[in-house]
């Protein structure tokens, strides 16, 4: 029995517990259903307002756009959270003291947090599609990108959220370290509206950063054709968006697992009760 | 050189620690050695690095200065097969909060199986370990809902799920009811009696140091200031016997440090009119104090007697 390959193994049955745990957890039902119930609402609300005269409707337009923004946001913040808190709850430590354990926390996390996107974008997507018309002008082949544009940008934004996690004081920072700068570069990012209505400094910003690809990616498998005109150099820019996303992830893949050892080369019996009566101090 | 370790090698070797944080010096000199099958306690007055020591004998920690050995390896370098055979019992407070205990340990316990051997299965059957720490009731409930003595029983059962061949418990029975205590100390004599596990523990605790160890060390001020069982350390400290004695209705207490010629003393003296004699050791914990404060006066006042004190 290969040790790191069975911690793997013991990893993924870890993330698809706690999948299972969070799907069944009241607390995260009702998340799900806030973000869908707030999104789907918004939808609702503007579905007569026609963009330009171009004969797409809102809905149509913003969908995709706040899809790309729940990848990016959902599987940075998420990891971010969980890590800062694991590290402080103890999580990471009992692992630590396991053998390969960090190897299944890792893989654990993982795959946690991709399972996690599925009913965050499915209780979006389903009602829409029933409430919407002409959501989707791609047919399969648009099925087909929203397919991996997800898949490429969860490797790409996926280990910010890891080194977001590992690199935070405590939990409570990750609002300010990581809510708020994810918040901005979302905001710059296309997704609420036009990139072209920033600033050109701003514009080549949100173009380094994969929020904007992702969205991108999925404008070009949603909408029809003509919609190419409301996008940089009317393109859809194919060929760059997998260039980009699959640079971060690249970075990502190299430098996250380092940042995880140091992290973790740090956690000892001592941080955990530090950080114990560091959130004891808070709550009083 | 790493070399395979015979049965004879300490499981523990520390010679020279060292620890400091910035101009902080927590350990000032540490050698400590403990045998396979040996329960050893690890008692000291708040701050005297019990903590630290444990941790870097764990591989959690890097010391400054000295040599470890730990089951013949250097812990802060030891790989992952080193890992499966040291437990550690972690003092964890929310964390698997959804889990239920029998899925989390069958989750980590899992992590031991590459490392099981024909003489040395593991991980444990994780319904036997959950009827031994007594959370058989509560196996299938989530953990949020356990209460703080029960929670610990898990810790332990997280600690010991890989059948370690060394366990390291820093302040076990923190927060736990007699009951628990008992159950607790049972625990380990059985840990300790049936599967030959060396331990090693830290504990506020002097009545359970006496219960549980064979050989207690008292970490102060930095280093070891007295290694040896209870009654060892008890015959080191002088003067701390108790005789009380009757002679027709009158009471007599008197402390002495030659017991012997004491009470023989006392039989020229009154013969036939002593009604009641009883002689007290002097306690752990009486022992424990007059080490501590030993050492410290003679470390505040005479640093350069450190040495003689060892």
């Not at chain 1, 299944?104 to 993982?110: D, F, N, R």
């Not at chain 1, 060929?239 to 140091?262: D, E, F, K, Q, S």
């Not at chain 2, 628990?180 to 830290?202: C, K, N, P, W």
């Not at chain 2, 002495?256 to 036939?272: I, M, N, P, S, Y």
Request: some cysteine; hydrophobic content about 45%.
């Amino acid at each position: 029995m290969n040790p790191t390959r069975h911690a793997i193994g013991l990893g993924l049955r870890r993330g698809w517990t706690e999948f299972l745990q969070s799907v069944r957890s009241p607390q995260d039902q009702g998340f799900y259903l806030f973000t869908a119930v707030g999104t789907v609402l918004l939808l609702w609300f503007n579905r007569d307002n026609e963009i330009g005269d171009s004969g797409i409707f809102y809905p149509t337009y913003a969908l995709p756009s706040i899809l790309g923004a729940l990848v990016a946001f959902g599987v940075v913040i998420g990891p971010a959270f969980a890590l800062a808190m694991e590290r402080e709850d103890g999580t990471l430590l009992r692992h630590k003291a396991l053998p390969h354990g960090m190897q299944g926390y890792v893989t654990g996390q993982l795959t946690y947090h991709s399972l996690s996107l599925l009913p965050s974008l499915l209780t979006i997507l389903v009602p829409s599609l029933l409430l919407f018309d002409g959501l989707m002008s791609g047919g399969a082949a648009g099925w087909l990108t929203v397919a991996w544009v997800v898949v490429l940008g969860l490797l790409a934004t996926l280990p910010l959220g890891m080194v977001l996690g590992s690199v935070v004081p405590g939990t409570q920072k990750v609002g300010t370290w990581g809510m708020l700068p994810i918040l901005v570069l979302t905001a710059i990012s296309g997704i609420f509206f036009p990139l072209q209505a920033l600033w050109g400094w701003v514009q080549g910003l949100a173009q380094v950063f994969p929020v904007y690809w992702i969205g991108l990616g999925l404008r070009s498998a949603f909408l029809p054709d003509a919609a190419v005109t409301l996008e940089v150099g009317d393109s859809w820019r194919t060929g760059l968006t997998v260039l980009v996303l699959a640079a971060w992830a690249v970075a990502g893949a190299l430098v996250t697992p380092r940042v995880l050892r140091r992290m973790a080369r740090r956690q000892s019996g001592s941080t955990v009760e530090a950080a114990r009566e560091a959130s004891l101090q808070w709550v009083r | 050189m790493p070399r395979p370790d015979s049965p004879d090698d300490p499981v523990v070797d520390v010679r020279g620690l060292r620890m400091a944080y910035g101009t902080n010096e927590v350990l000032t000199g540490v050698d400590l050695t403990v045998s396979a099958g040996e329960v050893v306690c690890l008692l000291g007055p708040n701050g005297a690095g019990k903590t630290t020591t444990i941790e870097i004998l764990e591989g959690f920690r890097a010391p400054s200065a000295g040599t470890v050995r730990v089951l013949g390896k250097d812990p802060m370098r030891a790989g992952d097969a080193w890992r499966a055979r040291v437990g550690v019992v972690l003092q964890s407070w929310r964390d698997h909060a959804r889990w239920t205990p029998r899925r989390l340990l069958t989750q980590l316990g899992d992590y031991y199986a590459p490392y099981s051997t024909p003489e040395r299965p593991r991980p444990y059957e994780v319904g036997w370990l959950l009827d031994t720490v007594g959370l058989t009731e509560h196996a299938d409930r989530k953990i949020v809902g356990l209460s703080g003595g029960q929670r610990r029983r898990l810790d332990v059962a997280v600690g010991i799920i890989g059948r370690p061949e060394l366990l390291f418990l820093d302040e076990p029975t923190a927060g736990f009811d007699p009951q628990a205590r008992r159950d607790f100390h049972d625990l380990v004599h059985r840990l300790s009696d049936l599967e030959g596990t060396t331990i090693l523990l830290t504990t506020h605790d002097l009545a359970e140091a006496e219960k549980l160890a064979d050989r207690i060390l008292i970490l102060a001020g930095g280093r070891i200031v007295a290694d040896g069982s209870a009654d060892e350390l008890g015959r080191q400290v002088a003067g701390r016997s108790e005789v009380r004695w009757a002679c027709g209705a009158e009471r007599f207490v008197h402390p002495t440090d030659d017991v012997v010629a004491f009470v023989r003393r006392l039989f020229e003296q009154h013969g036939g009119e002593l009604t009641d004699l009883e002689v007290r050791r002097a306690s752990l914990e009486d022992t424990y104090l007059a080490m501590v404060q030993r050492f410290e006066s003679g470390a505040r006042t005479r640093p350069v007697l450190e040495e003689v004190v060892r």
